[in-house]
């Protein structure tokens, strides 16, 4: 049985990838997608090429809790992500604040902040997956 997680990060351009260690314990960045109609084609070849058993989207809502038009986006992406792939776990998680996180780890890295658009989409999907499994094995 599959173990691994896929955690996506949608955007209008680009779709930030991460994916978990098969012990649920670690994200990994994987590179952005273009947050297009082949979309869900790559999300199919990365399931069967990683023995992903679960997928993990992210929901930007505003700090006040308000949807906006990013969480209508996403949640379209959840529900075509749903219909697609009926046989796996698809859930949605709050991904606010991930892309300031992102931003500021990928700076104390020493990567430029020219540099960063290139790694945030998916530097933010990894802070996402990272916090839902963390969620999982509370300590």
Not at 36 to 47: C, E, M, N, Q, T
Not at 73 to 96: C, I, M, P, S
């Amino acid at each position: 049985m599959a173990t691994r997680l896929l955690g996506l990060d949608p955007g209008t351009t680009r779709c930030g990838v991460a994916i978990t260690d098969s012990a649920l314990t670690m994200a990994f960045p994987r590179d952005a997608w273009a947050a297009d109609a082949s979309l869900l084609d790559r999300v199919a070849r990365l399931l069967d090429d990683e023995g992903v058993g679960g997928i993990v989207i992210g929901r930007p809502v505003a700090l006040s809790g308000n949807e906006t038009a990013s969480t209508r986006h996403a949640d379209g992406l959840f529900e075509a992500v749903r219909e697609r792939f009926v046989e796996l776990t698809v859930v949605q998680w709050d991904e606010r604040l991930t892309t300031y996180e992102a931003q500021q780890s990928l700076s104390a890295a020493g990567v430029r902040a020219r540099d960063h658009r290139g790694r945030l989409d998916s530097a933010a999907a990894v802070i996402m997956l990272q916090n839902y499994v963390d969620a999982l094995h509370p300590r």
